[in-house]
Structures are given as structure tokens and as C-alpha cells.
Antibody, heavy 121, light 108 residues
Framework: EVQLVQSGAEVKKPGESLKISCKVS????????IAWVRQMSGKGLEFMGI????????RYSPSFQGQVTISADKSIRTAYLQWSRLKASDSAVYYC??????????????WGLGTLVTVSS | EIVLTQSPGTLSLSPGERATLSCRAS???????LVWYQQKPGQAPRLLIY???SRATGIPDRFRGSGSGTDFILTISRLEPEDFAVYYC?????????FGQGTKLEIK
């Protein structure tokens, strides 16, 4: 069974750093891209970026380039999303999802349950 | 960046009725690269349709995706109570892989 298990909710102050995780099981971690998607409270979905765990090839949407870092550790089948200096506007639910077959018929077919990040002074 | 515009923003219908949701792209998107998701409150999105018209595993056949170029449609033939949710389209034709803003399907 394919599963993406995300780390728990976080409450942070502006300026702090944060790294959230997405641990996968049930499939070969290195043969699918992993995507990160942001959803601010009451808003729609925003595509942040993707990583290919086999070689850590990473691609960011322009809105998120330089704002976050996506990484992966294939030895523990885990992808990460991190911030060096959080802002209040980073408060949102962050989803990781598996991206199928990017070159042929791509789609996010399995999703984590989401990690709620709250940034408040 | 390809902008996806979904309409209507909110659709109010009754169970048993037919729902038609639109997703219009600012540039042509290859049909293989248009996807639909369903999201219920407090849940992660769920894949419904990929490649514009192929149903994902376990998706009932009352969900149908169609369209090409810049105009794509998600049709739900006979609404069930569990179908009331927010629906998003997404394109993979060109990076960044943008989502539409969503259509909320609510019970009338």
C-alpha cells in the first residue's frame, strides 16, 4: 500500500527555521517525483516544486524559488520542505504527493495528509 | 505561466442533478497533461481524472473528463451526496504546473 506520512503540525515564530518531512512507503522511492503543494487557509492549491529522489533533481515554481528548499534522503525514503526564515505568510497546510510519470501522463496520485504550519509572534 | 480559470466559482445543485465544471487555460495544454482533483473539507485532495479523460483507480463512472486545447470539462452525471466538494484542475503542459482556483460544488 502506497503511503506518504507527513510530520506533525508546527507552531513557529517569524524568523525561525523549519524542516517538515514526508516519509514514503509501499513503492520505490527513487522512481517517482515527489511534489509539495501549499494550501493557505480557505484558499486553493499552489504547486511549489518537485524533487526526483534518485538524483535530487529539484524544480521550483517561480513563486517559491529562493523561499523554500526541497530535499530528499533516499536512504530513509523521506522528502523534506524547509524554510530558513519563516514569515507569517508561510502559515498554511503543506501537502506532499507522489507525481506519476511526469513525461507521459502526469498526475499527483497519492497524497500525504498535510502538515499545518502556523507562524505567529 | 499557464493560468487556469475555473468556472463557476460556486455551483449549487441537488443530489441526482448533473454538474458541469469548466477549466479554461490561458494557453493550449496537451490533453495528456490536464488533471482534475476533488477535495473535501479537512482532507487532502484526491485524484479524479488524469490525461483529461481517464478516471483514476476507484473513481465511479459518473465522473467524466473531456476537452482539449484550452477548454476542459469535468462532468458529474448524477450527483451523490459525497460529491459535494471543491474541484481543482491542474496542468502539466508547461512548468510551473499550475492549479485552477477551484470550483465549490455545494448542495442546493
Amino acid at each position: 500500500e502506497v503511503q506518504l506520512v507527513q510530520s506533525g503540525a508546527e507552531v513557529k515564530k517569524p524568523g525561525e527555521s523549519l524542516k517538515i518531512s514526508c516519509k514514503v512507503s509501499g513503492y520505490s522511492f527513487t522512481t517517482y517525483w515527489i511534489a509539495w503543494v501549499r494550501q493557505m487557509s480557505g484558499k486553493g492549491l499552489e504547486f511549489m516544486g518537485i524533487i526526483y529522489p534518485a538524483d535530487s533533481d529539484t524544480r521550483y515554481s517561480p513563486s517559491f524559488q529562493g523561499q523554500v528548499t526541497i530535499s530528499a534522503d533516499k536512504s530513509i525514503r523521506t522528502a523534506y520542505l524547509q524554510w530558513s526564515r519563516l514569515k507569517a505568510s508561510d502559515s498554511a497546510v503543506y501537502y506532499c504527493a507522489r507525481l506519476t510519470d511526469i513525461a507521459v501522463v502526469p498526475a499527483l496520485d497519492y497524497w500525504g495528509l498535510g502538515t499545518l504550519v502556523t507562524v505567529s509572534s | 505561466e499557464i493560468v487556469l480559470t475555473q468556472s463557476p466559482g460556486t455551483l449549487s445543485l441537488s443530489p441526482g442533478e448533473r454538474a458541469t465544471l469548466s477549466c479554461r487555460a490561458s494557453q493550449s495544454v496537451s490533453s495528456g497533461f490536464l488533471v482534475w482533483y476533488q477535495q473535501k473539507p479537512g482532507q487532502a485532495p484526491r485524484l479524479l481524472i488524469y490525461g483529461a479523460s481517464s478516471r483514476a483507480t476507484g473513481i465511479p463512472d459518473r465522473f467524466r473528463g473531456s476537452g482539449s486545447g484550452t477548454d476542459f470539462i469535468l462532468t458529474i452525471s448524477r450527483l451523490e451526496p459525497e460529491d459535494f466538494a471543491v474541484y481543482y484542475c491542474q496542468q502539466y503542459g508547461r512548468s510551473p504546473y499550475t492549479f485552477g482556483q477551484g470550483t465549490k460544488l455545494e448542495i442546493k
